[in-house]
């Protein structure tokens, strides 16, 4: 076989599969009992909704017409007026010309990359953070460091000026992040806003699952306090990424993002060259779905996540030996445990696939530096209460045997 490496430009090197796409493979597998898997329940789709939407939109020559031809790469202009509406609704006034209709908010993250880092360049992110952002980010070779925050108490000083290797941005899950199911507090996203204005970066607010609060009042968006702070979120330097793929339906591929319009012009510029545009019909159809049942629906799914959360959090109290911690988050998809720092969370998950079948997404995965080992994280959206107390106990139990020596 051809050996296609030297071919390859030098990014390709920093390209590697993603831990938890491998793990979601194991849930065609019935027996296992699966924590891994960040994804909504198929079950809390609103399917019926969809296909009236689908079916209104081809049954009409002239709407059919415009649904399956070529678009303009910004979206469909009544999803971005929706959309605007929407981010008014949290606090940002902004106009159509401030949104973007990306292809799921995984695309907002590649083009952002594209567009700020050049190679050497350090972007600077929670630790841990999101899998994605890393992959993203990755591929177009920058530094990974440290973002100011409450287990970092760094100068914004001592990261250097912006480009030749300097912080170029931070990147930031506000609420119910990803792995860590924690937020930033009110004082705390002013004091990262204070920071980055300081370093004189932008911040990228990935607010995925800004829809799933379950407990506690809502805080501020970033973007929303800085385009206060500064007149306007064409003033103001945090681009926030949203995306139906949690309240709504991930398969759509629907996400933006808002931004100042100088940054969104660039942004369609990438659009143009990457896809043209996201699938007109599939806009049309989220348009027509979110503008009718998102607050509705989305009351009904934080009802059954909350419970699940809650099973979840129970069973761990019940089951985990001393020397267990988590997080108990206030919304989204995830539980954050530190284990005793003799175990390895990636040979703890080989074992519980060969001897509990309970499967989760080891820790590492998530630091830019492959640390945190002792850590893992497991996502309640999938398993009703029983099926999580069941597969926490089998963790919680395995912990025990390898702690024993066994």
Same mark, same amino acid.
């Given at each position: 076989?051809?050996?296609?490496?030297?071919? $390859?430009?030098?990014?390709?090197?920093?390209?590697?599969?993603?831990?938890?796409?491998? #793990?979601?493979? #194991?849930?065609?597998?019935?027996?296992?009992?699966?924590?891994?898997?960040?994804?909504?329940?198929?079950?809390?789709?609103?399917?019926?909704?969809?296909?009236?939407?689908?079916?209104?939109?081809?049954?009409?020559?002239?709407?059919?017409?415009?649904?399956?031809?070529?678009? +303009?790469?910004?979206? $469909?202009?009544?999803?971005?007026?929706?959309?605007?509406?929407?981010?008014?609704?949290?606090?940002?006034?902004?106009?159509?010309?401030?949104?973007?209709?990306?292809?799921?908010?995984?695309?907002?993250?590649?083009?952002?990359?594209?567009? /700020?880092?050049?190679?050497?360049?350090?972007?600077?992110?929670?630790?841990?953070?999101?899998?994605?952002?890393?992959?993203? /980010?990755?591929?177009?070779?920058?530094?990974?460091?440290?973002?100011?925050?409450?287990?970092?108490?760094?100068?914004?000083?001592?990261?250097?000026?912006?480009?030749?290797?300097?912080?170029?941005?931070?990147?930031?899950?506000?609420?119910?992040?990803?792995?860590?199911?924690?937020?930033?507090?009110?004082?705390?996203?002013?004091?990262?806003?204070?920071?980055?204005?300081?370093?004189?970066?932008?911040?990228?607010?990935?607010?995925?699952?800004?829809?799933?609060?379950?407990?506690?009042?809502? +805080?501020?968006?970033?973007?929303?306090?800085?385009?206060?702070?500064?007149?306007?979120?064409?003033?103001?330097?945090?681009?926030?990424?949203?995306?139906?793929?949690?309240?709504?339906?991930?398969?759509?591929?629907?996400?933006?993002?808002?931004?100042?319009?100088?940054?969104?012009?660039?942004?369609?510029?990438?659009?143009?060259?990457?896809?043209?545009?996201?699938?007109?019909?599939?806009?049309?159809?989220?348009?027509?779905?979110?503008?009718?049942?998102?607050?509705?629906?989305?009351?009904?799914?934080?009802?059954?996540?909350?419970?699940?959360?809650?099973?979840? #959090?129970?069973?761990?109290?019940? /089951?985990?030996?001393?020397?267990?911690?988590?997080?108990?988050?206030?919304?989204?998809?995830?539980?954050?445990?530190?284990?005793?720092? +003799?175990?390895?969370?990636?040979?703890?998950?080989?074992?519980?696939?060969?001897?509990?079948?309970?499967?989760?997404?080891?820790?590492?995965?998530?630091?830019?530096?492959?640390?945190?080992?002792?850590?893992?994280?497991?996502?309640?959206?999938?398993?009703?209460?029983?099926?999580?107390?069941?597969?926490?106990?089998?963790?919680?139990?395995?912990?025990?045997? +390898?702690?024993?020596?066994?």
């Amino acid at each position: 076989m051809t050996d296609w490496t030297h071919h $390859y430009a030098t990014r390709a090197s920093r390209m590697a599969a993603s831990e938890i796409r491998e #793990l979601l493979k #194991l849930l065609d597998q019935p027996d296992i009992i699966s924590f891994a898997g960040g994804i909504p329940d198929p079950d809390l789709f609103p399917k019926a909704e969809i296909a009236r939407a689908y079916a209104e939109v081809l049954n009409d020559p002239e709407r059919s017409a415009a649904a399956l031809q070529y678009s +303009v790469s910004e979206g $469909y202009a009544p999803l971005r007026a929706w959309l605007a509406g929407y981010m008014g609704d949290l606090g940002v006034p902004c106009a159509p010309e401030n949104i973007l209709i990306t292809n799921g908010s995984q695309q907002g993250l590649d083009f952002i990359g594209k567009l /700020f880092i050049s190679p050497g360049d350090t972007v600077l992110v929670s630790w841990p953070t999101y899998l994605g952002a890393l992959q993203a /980010f990755n591929s177009y070779e920058p530094r990974f460091d440290v973002l100011p925050g409450p287990e970092n108490n760094r100068s914004a000083g001592s990261y250097g000026p912006p480009g030749g290797g300097g912080a170029k941005f931070g990147y930031v899950m506000p609420e119910f992040q990803n792995p860590t199911g924690s937020s930033l507090n009110l004082a705390e996203r002013e004091t990262l806003l204070d920071a980055a204005e300081a370093m004189d970066i932008p911040l990228v607010e990935d607010s995925a699952y800004e829809t799933l609060r379950y407990d506690g009042e809502r +805080v501020p968006s970033l973007l929303a306090l800085a385009a206060a702070r500064s007149g306007g979120i064409d003033a103001c330097k945090v681009l926030y990424m949203g995306t139906f793929s949690k309240s709504i339906v991930p398969a759509l591929r629907v996400g933006w993002i808002a931004a100042p319009r100088a940054v969104i012009d660039k942004l369609v510029l990438m659009k143009q060259a990457s896809d043209l545009h996201v699938s007109t019909l599939n806009q049309i159809v989220m348009y027509e779905v979110a503008s009718r049942i998102l607050g509705e629906h989305t009351a009904q799914i934080r009802e059954v996540y909350r419970a699940r959360r809650d099973a979840t #959090l129970a069973a761990l109290a019940a /089951f985990m030996p001393p020397g267990v911690s988590w997080t108990p988050p206030e919304g989204g998809m995830f539980i954050w445990l530190t284990l005793p720092e +003799v175990i390895d969370g990636a040979a703890l998950l080989e074992r519980c696939i060969k001897e509990a079948r309970v499967a989760f997404v080891p820790g590492a995965a998530f630091f830019a530096d492959r640390s945190g080992r002792n850590t893992i994280r497991l996502s309640f959206s999938l398993n009703p209460e029983a099926k999580a107390a069941e597969g926490v106990r089998r963790i919680a139990a395995m912990i025990r045997t +390898v702690l024993a020596g066994q």
